[in-house]
């Protein structure tokens, strides 16, 4: 059975940086990944998403140019680097993967429904 495991979360003055992990397992079929976090009494937001149509990773803009996703394809693992963190990027963070043929143009509200496969979460806290 596929399953995502993210880890890397904690607490992080602002302006730090942390990086998340999330192993996958049991996929057995191609797949691409991507992140996503929700913060306490808000919707589920998209924060990155690979397009494997334009071999390219979609940003939500408010994390454009702090935060970068990458693939360990021999560890099975996908990263989110994040730097220059905010207080307003608490939240908990999400992988999600699904077989090749995201379609990531319609933008971080769209991803959510792309995805079959979620890990549980990790919380990522920033202090101010």
């Known amino acids: 059975e596929a399953h995502l495991a993210e880890s890397g979360g904690g607490l992080v003055q602002a302006g730090g940086s942390l990086r998340l992990s999330c192993v996958a397992s049991?996929?057995?079929?191609?797949?691409?990944a991507a992140w996503f976090r929700q913060a306490p009494g808000k919707e589920r937001e998209g924060v990155s998403c690979?397009?494997?149509?334009?071999?390219?990773?979609h940003y939500a803009d408010s994390v454009k140019g702090r935060f970068a996703m990458s693939t360990d394809n021999a560890k099975n693992t996908v990263y989110l680097r994040m730097d220059s963190l905010k207080p307003e990027d608490t939240a908990v963070y999400y992988c999600?993967?699904?077989?090749?043929?995201?379609?990531?143009?319609?933008?971080?509200?769209?991803?959510?429904?792309?995805?079959?496969?979620w890990g549980q979460g990790t919380q990522v806290t920033v202090s101010s």
């Open positions: 999600a993967a699904e077989v090749p043929g995201i379609d990531c143009s319609g933008g971080p509200a769209s991803w959510a429904s792309e995805y079959d496969y």
């Open positions: 690979f397009s494997k149509g334009d071999n390219t990773t």
């Open positions: 049991g996929f057995y079929f191609p797949y691409v």
